[in-house]
T-cell receptor, first 114, second 111 residues
Framework: DAGVIQSPRHEVTEMGQEVTLRCKPI?????LFWYRQTMMRGLELLIY????????DSGMPEDRFSAKMPNASFSTLKIQPSEPRDSAVYFC????????????FGPGTRLTVL | GQNIDQPTEMTATEGAIVQINCTYQ??????LFWYQQHAGEAPTFLSY????GLEEKGRFSSFLSRSKGYSYLLLKELQMKDSASYLC????????????FGGGTRLMVKP
């Protein structure tokens, strides 16, 4: 299996622009997680999906952030408009089902908002 | 909610043993995980404890005491490639069994 795939790997944009991050989970995994990692706040869960349905988005910082999962093999995290404080590494992770041992992380997208 | 504490940084010498501690306070507990994260890379799974005691995996071991809210990761025969951040994460017993991560411990291995 190719593992969790994320694109782009790096994104540099200007404040106010829309940013879309993409994730392809491991085939057969029921859960998909979006995380954000910064030096100050560490690794934070933003939102997670179970069988393509958003379950908990309490970690989404504000209305500028939205996430979708139109099918089992694709998810997006969108920031509109972007701000410099959104600069971080965004990880997508997937997990087979509720009581498995671990979740598998994608390589991450390093976002820089100027 | 979850509150997870681990030291920010540690330094150790190649060939030595190092113990990275993690304490947690949680409203629900369903296992504790350790992840390794090299700079610029994604976290990768190292170990998992759900019952008290020691789990050994080669050079790495992880210990859990649920009554004390305490875990440690033990790395033996340190190698330079072990220089990385080590993240402690607690799995809750909520619907999605989500993980809450500690801030990570950055380990530097010196020759």
């Amino acid at each position: 299996d190719a593992g969790v795939i994320q694109s782009p790997r790096h994104e540099v944009t200007e404040m106010g622009q829309e940013v879309t991050l993409r994730c392809k989970p491991i085939s057969g995994h029921d859960y998909l997680f979006w995380y954000r990692q910064t030096m100050m706040r560490g690794l934070e869960l933003l939102i997670y999906f179970n069988n393509n349905v958003p379950i908990d988005d309490s970690g989404m910082p504000e209305d500028r952030f939205s996430a979708k999962m139109p099918n089992a093999s694709f998810s997006t995290l969108k920031i509109q408009p972007s701000e410099p404080r959104d600069s971080a590494v965004y990880f997508c992770a997937s997990r087979p089902r509720a009581y498995t041992d671990t979740q598998y992380f994608g390589p991450g997208t390093r976002l820089t908002v100027l | 909610g979850q509150n997870i504490d681990q030291p920010t940084e540690m330094t150790a010498t190649e060939g030595a043993i190092v113990q990275i501690n993690c304490t947690y306070q949680t409203s629900g507990f369903n296992g504790l995980f350790w992840y390794q994260q090299h700079a610029g890379e994604a976290p990768t799974f190292l170990s998992y404890n759900v019952l008290d005691g020691l789990e050994e995996k080669g050079r790495f071991s992880s210990f859990l005491s649920r009554s004390k809210g305490y875990s440690y990761l033990l790395l033996k025969e340190l190698q330079m490639k072990d220089s990385a951040s080590y993240l402690c994460a607690v799995r809750g017993n909520n619907a999605g069994n989500m993980l809450t991560f500690g801030g990570g411990t950055r380990l530097m291995v010196k020759p």
